[in-house]
């Protein structure tokens, strides 16, 4: 990607507020410039939400144990939806960085199974909706269970799916690949198009969002 701009918006951890920053995407020590196309901030994660030609993408690099991934999901990634994706301004992926542990992993490769049976967005917003803090128990393999049956999943196949980590290794890739390319806080947005991104960091108020869309609108 030519022209690549780093938009840090303001946060302290716990806290929304902080210093406006300005830098690289990757540190010096990243030359392999091929993981910063399009293309592959695309890949390895969710189905995409939207149209796959929209003229911007967003990127979320979440945890579904993550406290301000979960006041995203509650409180402005539908308004977004409704205004941006659903008009065909731009597409949405989620990508897991389960910073939260083992936990978060499982209830990662659990999304996947789900959308093997092509309900992965039922299954993530079923997550969200029943999420109970961090790192409190409420993810383990009843729960995720449980959730299957909310979307009426075949639990057979499901279990089958969960209980051969079928989905272990790409959850650890996305991981993998974040922290690669310079992520470390839950959630991230990289809201990009052809020319330039913007980084967001945390549960921001939905303004913030809207002013890093239409800049890049």
Known sequence: MKNVYFISVPIIVGIILGIYVTSNLVSDSINDQSLLTNTQLMKNGSPEMGLVNAPISIVEFGD???TFCYKFHQN????IKMEYIDTGKANY????FPLNGPDSVLVAEASYCAGDQGKYWQYHNIVFKNWAGE??????MD???????HVDLDISEFNTCITEHKY??????N?????IIGINATPTF??????QFIKIIGAQQLETFHNALNQLG
Request: charged letters at 20%; glycine letters at 2%.
């Open 93 to 96: 992926v989620f990508r897991d």
């Open 190 to 195: 990289l809201i990009f198009d052809d020319k």
């Open 135 to 140: 790192n409190t128990g409420w993810v383990n």
């Open 76 to 79: 402005t990634l539908n308004q």
């Open 175 to 179: 991981e993998n690949y974040a922290t």
């Open 168 to 173: 272990h290794q790409k959850v650890i890739d």
């Open 143 to 149: 729960s995720i269970v449980e959730f299957a049956t």
């Open 64 to 66: 579904y144990q993550c």
